[in-house]
C-alpha cells in the first residue's frame, strides 16, 4: 500500500480511451482486507502473549512453534516478576479491545460481499474442488495439465478464500466462548467446552499464520499488476505498450 | 514491474481444445465480469495515483496510532486506550450478565494447584483468625470467627475454576454463598445495599474489589473448603472467595476484611494492568 506505483511504461497512449484496466476488487473489499491485516496481526501477537502465559500450558502444536514458544519465553521466566505478568495483561487489554474492530471489520466484509453480489466470484462451485487439486499440483510444478477454467478467482483460490472468512468466523466465536465461558455458556457447551473451544482458537490461529505464509507466497508469484489491483482496485486488461493483445483469461469479456 | 500481465491467471486454452463443458463454464465465469466498470490509461493513472495516496496516507495514520498507543499515556500499567476497552467490556456485559456457570458432576474435580501466595506468605494461626466487617465509612460493623460463617447454609459447588493465565481446573468448593452472609448486616445496608466490594488479607499484601452484583451472585462462596477438607494455608484458610464468574484472580485467599463501600474499590492485578470487572 505504501509502495510506490511507477508510471506503467509506454504511458504515452493518453489519447487512446480504449479501456485498459477492469475493476477486480470493490473499494469495501479493499478497505476491508488492508485494514484486517493488521488487526489480524495484532490480534495474533496479543494472543500469543496470552498463550504463552502458562508455562504448563499442554496444547503443542509441531515442533516450530513450541520451538519459538521456548526460545521467547525463557526470557520470561527469568523476570518473571517484571515481565510475565505485565505482558500478559498487556496481551489481554490489547485483544479484547481489538477483538471488536477485527469483528465489526470482519462483519463488514461479510455483509458487503453478500450484498454487492461479490460472493458470486468468491464461494466454490461444484467444480472449484476438482479445479483446485488440478491448480495445486500445477502450482507444486507436478503436473502440467492445462488448467481449467476460470473466473476472477481459481478453485483452489475460492476454497481457501472462503475458508479464511469462515476460519474467521470461528475465531471470533471460539474467541467469545472462551472470553465469556458463563455469560455465553451455550456457545462454549457447542464448542465442546472451554478447554476445547481453546484448542479450536489456537489451531485456527495457526491456520491463520499457514494461510499468511501461502498467501504471501502466491501473491509473489502472481506478480506485481494483480498484488497493485488490491490497491487500486483495477487490473490490467490490456499492456500500456501492445494496446492490442490481451493477457487474461477471458479476453472475449474484455474486449469492450 | 512493465509488465502488466497477471501471471496469476493461466493461459487460456485455444478454443480449439476446450470441451463445451468448459466452454460453457468459462462463458459463465465471463458473464460476471461484463458489468464490471473499465478504465482507460489517463483514468487508471489517477486511479493509481489516488489508491497509492490515500492508502499512504490511512498507513500513515495507522502507525502514529499506533505508536501513540505503545507510548501513550498508561492507566494502571496498560495504555489509557486500552483501559477503556476493558471500561467499555464492563459496560456490555453487566447489562449481559447475571448468569451461572456450568457445574460438573463431583467425580470429575480434582485436587488444585497452588498458583499464587500474594498476601499469605507466611503461615497463620488459624484459631486466632478473625473476619472483620467493615462500613463504607470504614467504621467496623462486626467481626466473624470460622464458625460463624459455617453456621451459615453449607453449599457444595463443583465448577470450573480459570486463570488468568490460560489454565482451567474442575475444582469443588465448599462454603456459605457470600448472599447469605451479606444478609447477616440487611439491616445496615438497607435495600439498597452498596455498589462494590473490597475485600482484603490480613497483611493487606494482596486486595480484591468485585461489583455487587457479582458478589451477590449464588455461584460466590465465602469457601472453607476445597475437594470435601477444610482448605490448607496455601489454598487461603480459613476463608476464601470462590466464584466461577471471575478470573481466579479474584477469588482473594485467607480473607481478613470485607468492607461494605459505594467507591470502586483498588485491586492488586487491576494496579499491574488487569481488567479490573475480570468476568467469565
Same mark, same amino acid.
Given at each position: 500500500m505504501t509502495t510506490q506505483t511507477a508510471p506503467t511504461t509506454g504511458g504515452e497512449a493518453g489519447?487512446?480511451?480504449?479501456?485498459?484496466?477492469?475493476?477486480?476488487?470493490?473499494?469495501?473489499?479493499?478497505?476491508?482486507?488492508?485494514?484486517?491485516?493488521?488487526?489480524?496481526?495484532?490480534?495474533?501477537?496479543?494472543?500469543?502473549r496470552i498463550y504463552w502465559a502458562d508455562v504448563?500450558?499442554?496444547?503443542?502444536?509441531?515442533?516450530?512453534?513450541?520451538?519459538?514458544?521456548?526460545?521467547?519465553?525463557?526470557?520470561?521466566v527469568i523476570n518473571e516478576r517484571l515481565g510475565l505478568e505485565r505482558r500478559l495483561a498487556r496481551g489481554m487489554a490489547f485483544h479484547f479491545t481489538f477483538g471488536w474492530l477485527f469483528t465489526i471489520n470482519g462483519i463488514a466484509y461479510v455483509l458487503y460481499t453478500w450484498r454487492s453480489g461479490e460472493w458470486r466470484h468468491l464461494l466454490p462451485d461444484r467444480h472449484s474442488p476438482g479445479d483446485s487439486i488440478t491448480v495445486v499440483l500445477h502450482d507444486l510444478f507436478i503436473r502440467r495439465k492445462p488448467l481449467p477454467p476460470q473466473g476472477r478467482y481459481n478453485g483452489a483460490q475460492r476454497l481457501t478464500y472462503t475458508l479464511i472468512v469462515v476460519m474467521g468466523g470461528l475465531a471470533v466465536l471460539t474467541g467469545l466462548a472462551i472470553y465469556k465461558p458463563t455469560q455465553a455458556n451455550l456457545l462454549t457447551t457447542l464448542f465442546g467446552g472451554y478447554e476445547t473451544a481453546r484448542t479450536i482458537h489456537f489451531t485456527i490461529t495457526i491456520g491463520f499464520l499457514v494461510f499468511f505464509v501461502l498467501h504471501l507466497l502466491q501473491v509473489a508469484r502472481a506478480g506485481w499488476p494483480n498484488f497493485t489491483s488490491m490497491v487500486t482496485g483495477y487490473e490490467r486488461i490490456k499492456a500500456p505498450a501492445d494496446a492490442g493483445q490481451s493477457r487474461t483469461g477471458t479476453p472475449e469479456a474484455a474486449g469492450r | 514491474m512493465s509488465d502488466p500481465g497477471p501471471e496469476s491467471v493461466p493461459e487460456p486454452l485455444p478454443a480449439s481444445k476446450r470441451s463445451d463443458a468448459d466452454e460453457g463454464r468459462a462463458a459463465r465465469y465471463a458473464a460476471l465480469e461484463t458489468a464490471a466498470p473499465t478504465l482507460d490509461e489517463s483514468a487508471l493513472r489517477r486511479q493509481t495515483r489516488r489508491s497509492v495516496l490515500t492508502g499512504g496516507a490511512a498507513s500513515l495514520v495507522a502507525l502514529l496510532g499506533w505508536r501513540w498507543l505503545q507510548t501513550g499515556p498508561d492507566d494502571n500499567?496498560? /495504555?489509557?486506550?486500552? &483501559?477503556?476497552? !476493558? %471500561?467499555f467490556n464492563e459496560a456490555l456485559w453487566r447489562r449481559l450478565s447475571g448468569r451461572t456457570a456450568p457445574t460438573f458432576d463431583r467425580s470429575r474435580s480434582s485436587m488444585l494447584r497452588v498458583n499464587g501466595r500474594h498476601g499469605i506468605g507466611d503461615e497463620i494461626d488459624l484459631v486466632a483468625w478473625e473476619l472483620t466487617v467493615l462500613g463504607p465509612d470504614? @467504621? %467496623?460493623?462486626? &467481626? !466473624?470467627?470460622?464458625?460463624?460463617?459455617?453456621?451459615?447454609p453449607k453449599v457444595e459447588l463443583t465448577v470450573e475454576h480459570k486463570c488468568v493465565e490460560g489454565w @482451567? !481446573?474442575?475444582?469443588?468448593?465448599?462454603? =456459605?454463598?457470600? @448472599?447469605?452472609?451479606?444478609?447477616?448486616?440487611?439491616?445496615?445496608?438497607? @435495600? %439498597?445495599?452498596t455498589d462494590y466490594?473490597?475485600?482484603v488479607t490480613p497483611d493487606r499484601g494482596y486486595y480484591v474489589g468485585l461489583d455487587m452484583a457479582s458478589m451477590l451472585n449464588p455461584q460466590s462462596l465465602l469457601a472453607y473448603e476445597l475437594e470435601g477438607e477444610p482448605l490448607t494455608q496455601d489454598h487461603g484458610a /480459613?476463608? &476464601?472467595? =470462590?466464584? /466461577?464468574?471471575?478470573?481466579?484472580?479474584?477469588?482473594?485467599?485467607?480473607?481478613g476484611t470485607i468492607q461494605f463501600t459505594n467507591d470502586r474499590p483498588t485491586d492488586y492485578w487491576y494496579e499491574r494492568g488487569y481488567d479490573w470487572y475480570a468476568q467469565l
Open positions: 489519447t487512446d480511451h480504449a479501456a485498459v484496466a477492469r475493476l477486480k476488487h470493490r473499494r469495501v473489499t479493499r478497505w476491508t482486507h488492508w485494514i484486517n491485516f493488521p488487526l489480524l496481526m495484532i490480534m495474533i501477537w496479543s494472543g500469543l504448563r500450558d499442554p496444547f503443542g502444536f509441531g515442533v516450530g512453534l513450541i520451538g519459538w514458544h521456548w526460545f521467547d519465553f525463557f526470557p520470561d | 500499567n496498560i /495504555p489509557v486506550t486500552l &483501559r477503556r476497552g !476493558h %471500561e470504614g @467504621s %467496623e460493623w462486626g &467481626r !466473624h470467627v470460622l464458625a460463624d460463617i459455617t453456621a451459615l @482451567s !481446573h474442575v475444582v469443588t468448593w465448599g462454603g =456459605a454463598r457470600f @448472599s447469605d452472609f451479606a444478609a447477616l448486616y440487611a439491616d445496615r445496608l438497607g @435495600s %439498597e445495599s466490594v473490597a475485600l /480459613p476463608l &476464601r472467595l =470462590a466464584t /466461577p464468574n471471575k478470573y481466579g484472580i479474584k477469588c482473594i485467599k485467607r480473607i
